[in-house]
């Protein structure tokens, strides 16, 4: 139940293409749910997060859809660019804060040129 | 943009041998965490600490793990006996607050045990 599943494991788009990534979460009490990036021999980065209390929220190119009754949520990046290729994770937390994320597998996004 | 700072980015060590990972937080963060990477796998939680004490810890933090902000800069994780199993990238994190507050992770720290 703490766990968070992440799919796909790779994806490979265009450039100028959509990604969409998707995360699925069983415990009903996580209520924060963050997007990091992680660039090769770097830490993650935050992209985007949101609360259950919106269904979408968007930064620029990177939107979070959020399906609460689905306990569904995911990260699409529109315009995808060979600066977007790195691996993302989504996660999870209760109490809506950074404290015990519980991270999803990851997924290595390619963006070819 | 401020960052964390770990030091060493690699440790190689012996099974059973003594370990200390050491992290440079943000200057005016007050919550910091320790996470790990097994290669190819998802990143986890394994402590948060907060006014000088450990506010949480994951099962994997056993006995064999502690965490300590010795001078009030740094923060450190040491692990007593490594095993194989806790080879792993580690990496440190600070925010400022918990709710909605942005975490912020080191480069981390790798570690071999051999």
């Known amino acids: 139940q703490q766990q968070v599943k992440q799919s796909p494991q790779s994806l490979i788009v265009q450039k100028g293409g959509i990604s969409i990534i998707n995360c699925a979460y069983e415990?009903?009490?996580?209520?924060?749910f963050p997007w990091y990036q992680q660039f090769p021999g770097k830490g993650p980065a935050l992209l985007i997060a949101i609360r259950p209390d919106v269904s979408e929220k968007k930064e620029g190119r990177f939107t979070i859809s959020f399906n609460k009754s689905a306990k569904q949520f995911s990260l699409h990046i529109m315009d995808s660019q060979p600066g977007d290729s790195a691996t993302y994770f989504c996660a999870a937390s209760k109490e809506g804060g950074s404290e015990k994320l519980v991270f999803g597998k990851g997924t290595k996004l390619t963006v070819n040129p | 943009e401020p960052e964390v700072t770990q030091t060493p980015s690699h440790q190689v060590t012996q099974m059973g041998q003594e370990v200390i990972l050491r992290c440079v937080p943000i200057?005016?963060?007050?919550?910091f965490y320790w996470y790990r990477q097994i290669l190819g796998q998802k990143v986890e939680f394994l402590v948060s600490f907060y006014n000088n004490e450990i506010s949480e810890k994951s099962e994997i933090f056993d006995d064999q793990f502690s965490v300590e902000r010795p001078d009030g800069s740094n923060f450190t994780l040491k692990i007593r006996s490594t095993k194989l199993e806790d080879s792993a990238m580690y990496f440190c994190a600070s925010s400022v607050g918990i709710v909605d507050e942005k975490l912020f992770f080191g480069s981390g720290t790798q570690l071999s045990v051999l």
């Open positions: 200057s005016n963060h007050l919550y």
């Open positions: 415990n009903t009490a996580f209520d924060y």
